[in-house]
């Protein structure tokens, strides 16, 4: 692994080797989704609480103030829309000179393992990888699941992330899944968790990322189960209590108690 490709990796995982990444992507084919109509408003307050963003370059160039110092991944894949019939139909949207121009650390693209258009987005994924190594660019493969939500489970997970490794990349995001310690076994590259659809209970956030972290992830890359919380910071802070200072599920619950009534 070259210089380059080395110090971009550890722009976003930090010297423990996890990460709290903050997913701000959504709006790439789901359009304004729920407190994301005003990027910059919900971004700006959690940015000092997060060890990289995942955004596309439309909202990095528009809502980011430079002055940020924040590691980012950039949004890489795309062309579809939550209208379209098939979410897996999607091609690569992103250059590797525009990724470096806009000093991106990574970037980032689904494949969907199991659709219609898997061998398109593993092609794209292999492409992508391709050209990263080229500019010392990592690559983050995302297993998305699109609406078939009953895929999320061990076995699923395990053969999608452990393809993306194979094809060479470089962080895999997948969800938390009973017997999450499988998928993390099965893949030789640093997991991080997605969120997934907004939980009812922000208790029921911190306990997946708890259990995640305990079971052998690297880190959390979550988005709508923070910035659609009535207490965003209080539930980042939390998390970030759960992935880098080891605090118990109890002691991470207990700091967003204290916090949800002081921050919003």
């Not at 084919?29 to 609480?49: A, M």
């Not at 890359?221 to 759960?242: E, F, K, T």
Request: aromatic share 8%.
């Amino acid at each position: 692994m070259d210089w380059g490709m080395k110090n971009r990796l550890q722009r976003i995982f930090k010297e423990d080797g996890k990460t709290v990444m903050l997913a701000l992507d959504h709006g790439y084919f789901l359009g304004p989704v729920s407190r994301l109509e005003d990027p910059r408003k919900t971004i700006e307050p959690l940015i000092p609480y997060a060890d990289a963003l995942m955004l596309t370059r439309g909202v990095l160039r528009n809502c980011i103030d430079p002055k940020f110092n924040t590691p980012f991944i950039l949004r890489a894949s795309g062309g579809n829309s939550v209208l379209g019939k098939d979410l897996s139909n999607e091609g690569i949207a992103l250059s590797f000179e525009d990724a470096i121009r806009l000093n991106a650390s990574a970037v980032a693209l689904s494949v969907y393992v199991g659709t219609d258009h898997e061998h398109q987005t593993l092609i794209n994924l292999t492409k992508l990888i391709d050209e990263g190594h080229r500019y010392g660019m990592p690559v983050l493969a995302v297993t998305a699941v699109g609406k078939e939500l009953e895929k999320r489970d061990s076995r699923y997970l395990s053969l999608a992330s452990r393809i993306a490794a194979e094809l060479g990349a470089n962080i895999v995001k997948t969800y938390y899944c009973e017997d999450f310690e499988k998928v993390v076994k099965s893949c030789f590259v640093p997991i991080v968790i997605a969120g997934g659809p907004k939980l009812k209970d922000e208790m029921d956030v911190l306990k997946m990322a708890y259990e995640a972290i305990a079971q052998g992830a690297s880190g959390v890359d979550m988005g709508r189960n923070i910035w659609q919380s009535r207490w965003p910071v209080a539930v980042i802070s939390a998390i970030r209590s759960i992935v880098h200072e080891k605090a118990s599920l109890k002691k991470a619950c207990s700091l967003f108690n204290s916090l949800k009534n002081k921050t919003k």
